[in-house]
């Protein structure tokens, strides 16, 4: 594979293979199924009714654990007229909460998530320490106090906290200097798309900890080896090349599938541009297998030409 | 790869050669005249010695943190004589630097307050901030970082405050390619007892080098910074830099700017840095010309040395 398909290009019969190549898709939903914390994206609905028509498994694989699976759920029912059953979602919070029960975790943890994130924890049943130093530090003294004066825990765990501090990351290294302390990550991205560019994201300040630690997280978010081989396991008949996965993250998604062997979709939804995938060169281990402007081109019949993309009249990538 | 010598192991001739081979010393500050735990014992004599001898002492320090003021206080303390100009730390170095360029633009800054102080006094404009705890969502996020003020730099040392919603915003001014982005103290790790380390400010200013793609274009004014190197060198006139002798306690930073500018390097064991991590260091770039448990063994040297370089 040298260059990516865009779906508008595709001749009838070309499109029928494409179609006849994958059994299930994983399919982000953040910048793909609705336009970040917003509205569903025009066309996707009809185009995730499309594929359950063609007999097609859909699994959401999303980095957001800000929304709970609840309230995924319910926004698929409400905007999308869609029904989606639990098990059809994937998302940090519940795969770090999955993975602690298979191992049987009992221990305190030190989660730097959002508050949606730990009350998961919570109502599953774990223990998570106070969180401390929420006042404004201005002594080396002060600083010491929030970095060791806290429980020892048997778990850090690192996702999108929007507060997160120095003074978090610091108690956090001190921890994980005790080699039975646990590490996990959920969300990993270096950047996310967020208001017209991209902000920084939890997976530099997951890097932060682990180069001072010296080791790495198990990491249950995309792009984590852990939640990549999660992946892989769930589905043992299928075989990757028969798997399409969709997203509008080059690093998070298509890089993150290609590692697996699965097909990839990029829709210019979200975070990624035109510009960003002509870039690349050809054989770039983050070049997808096929390009949309909106997940409504999957859908062949109406598919809309999506509002906020500046490149509909983009064609074959070479 | 020479292996670095002890200075107490030369032998006379050595011993004298050495000490006639250097005019000026920079020392570090933190990890060789004290600790966080204590004062480094006979260091003030190791310096006394090496002023005896006609040597010019600099001290250049990573830490910001401190005022100069209570630095030389502290100076006072141990028995040293020490002028302000003498002493040379990240925001005084920022300063020289942005005046060299005649910067007049909007600066954001993520530093401790003493260190804001002295860029404010020196008639620098600073944005900071949230310096508050924000909402737990994507709109306060978004109201916190987001910002049309015409930033032209950042500067990023060490901040006991430093948030996530602070660094975002950082990284979106310096989508603006005019915006300069400038680091103080570069230390990934810092010892703050023994076998304790904690998260140093450097690896954090390295999120924003990475996120904004600007490995080559991040100017550095605390050691090993390249820029901190070429003002000491222009300010003190130094055109023969192997006559130049740099003392610290830390490999990358001590003896890895001390090797870039071209200086001898001597490393001391009294802070940061033990033997083991000494012998175990393989890039060349960090392995020091000489090393010594700690400073008294600069005094011991110099009392025992012949002024025959008098």
Known sequence: MSSAKHLKTLSEDELGDFFDSFDLVFCDCDGVVWYPLRDFIPGSAEALAHLELLGKQVTFVTNNSISSVKEHIEKFEKQGNLKIDEHQIVHPAQTICDHLRSINFQGLIYCLATPPFKELLVTA??????DGGTGIIRSLKDLHE????????????????????????MRAHVQLQNPKCLFLAGAADALIPFGKGEIIGPGAFIDVVSQSVGRQPTALGKPGEDLRRLLLDRHPEIPPSRVLFV??????????????????????????????????????PQMPDYLADCLGQIAPTSAPNNPESSNSDSTHLT | MAKPQHILQLSEEQRSSFVGSFDRVLSDIDGVLWTMEHNVPRAADGYAALERNGKHLTFVTNNSVRTVDQCIRRFAKIGMQVQP???????????????????????????????KAVLREAGFQLLDGPNAFIEDNFESLAKNIFDKEPVRAVIIDVDFNLSSPKMLRAHLYLRHPECLLIEGATDRLLPVAKGVNIIGP?????????????????????KPGRELGHLIVEHYKIDQPSRVLMIGDMLAQDIGFGRQCGFQTLLVLSGGC???????????RHIPDFYADSMADVAQLLGEAPKAHV
């Not at chain 1, 979200?270 to 995938?277: H, L, Q, R």
């Not at chain 2, 033990?274 to 060349?284: G, H, I, K, S, Y």
């Open chain 2, 85 to 115: 100009e003498q002493i040379w730390h990240p925001a005084q170095s920022i300063i020289n630097y942005l005046r060299g360029i005649n910067f007049q633009g909007l600066i954001y800054i993520i530093a401790s307050p003493p260190f």
């Open chain 2, 274 to 284: 033990t033997r083991e991590q000494l012998l175990a260091e393989t890039d060349p």
């Open chain 1, 125 to 130: 049943g774990f223990r998570l320490t106070e």
């Open chain 1, 247 to 284: 997203g509008d993250s080059l690093a998070s998604d298509i890089g993150f599938a290609r590692a697996s062997g699965y097909q990839t979709l990029l829709v210019l939804t979200g975070g990624t541009k035109m510009e960003d995938v002509q870039r690349l060169p050809a054989d770039h």
């Open chain 1, 146 to 169: 929030a970095i060791f004066s806290g429980d020892s825990v048997d778990a850090v765990i690192i996702d999108v906290d929007f507060n997160l501090s120095a003074a978090k990351l």
């Open chain 2, 202 to 222: 450097g690896a954090f200013a390295s999120i924003l080098v990475e996120a904004s793609g600007r490995q080559d274009r991040c100017i550095t004014l605390g």
